[in-house]
Structure formats: C-alpha cells, structure tokens
C-alpha cells in the first residue's frame, strides 16, 4: 500500500512544490484542516521583477477566532488586491517565454472572486 502525503496549501507555490505533486501522483491531499498560520505562503508569494523579488499578499478577513482552520479562511475584498497581482504578474513576465502560454489559464484566478482561501487553490 502506497503512503499518501498531505501537503500545505500555497498561494503561488515555489517550483519545487510542483516538482512534489509531480513526483506523488495522484498520491496526494492538500489540508484543509490545519489552522491558519500568519505571515506564512498559504496567503502570500514572491515574485521575481526587474528590480528584485516583490511579495504580494492575498487580504484574508480577520476572524475572531485565534485558531481558524484554513478552509474557513474568508478573502478580504477590501481593494482590488486581484487587479494588483494581475498587473504585477504581467509587469514581470509578460516578456518571459511561454508566459502567452499560461496567461488565459492564469487570468481566471484574477477575475474570478472566491470567497474562501482555500476555494482560491
């Protein structure tokens, strides 16, 4: 009997996350059940821009609840964090190769509005 890995839930995960999917499937859960922890990448990411790596951050709403399990992680619509990320993801790799490739795929995420985290993987 195979072992399945449960793995964290990222917003932008690093290549090496992907590299791990690749390697585990379909031998794989994302957890949902964990409690959110702050400042972490479940919410945020780093991009690489001309000028440097530049971190952008999905707003969550602020529970009440110290420990909130991740699937009930509400996403603030405060400002329009999504237009943000679009723009700066284009700002940075617009000119790479393949980016044509990817974009249309990608751009559902930035117009669509998901009320939960966890909906937003």
């Not at 690093?14 to 390697?23: D, G, H, I, M, R």
């Not at 990411?45 to 399990?69: C, F, Q």
């Not at 999504?82 to 617009?94: A, G, N, P, T, V």
Request: proline share 7%; with cysteine; aromatic share 20%.
């Amino acid at each position: 009997m195979q072992n399945t890995a449960i793995l964290p839930l990222f917003y932008l995960p690093p290549v090496s996350y992907f590299t791990k999917l690749q390697e585990l499937n379909p031998d794989f859960l994302l957890e949902k059940f964990e409690h959110f922890p702050k400042q972490t990448y479940r919410n945020r990411a780093s991009i690489y821009s001309p000028n440097g790596k530049l971190d952008i951050t999905v707003p969550v709403v602020r529970g009440s609840k110290m420990r909130t399990p991740l699937k009930d992680v509400k996403i603030s619509y405060d400002f329009d964090w999504q237009r943000l990320h679009w723009m700066s993801l284009e700002s940075c790799y617009r000119s790479s190769a393949y980016f044509e490739f990817y974009e249309d795929e990608l751009a559902v995420f930035y117009n669509k509005k998901y009320d939960f985290l966890f909906d937003y993987k």
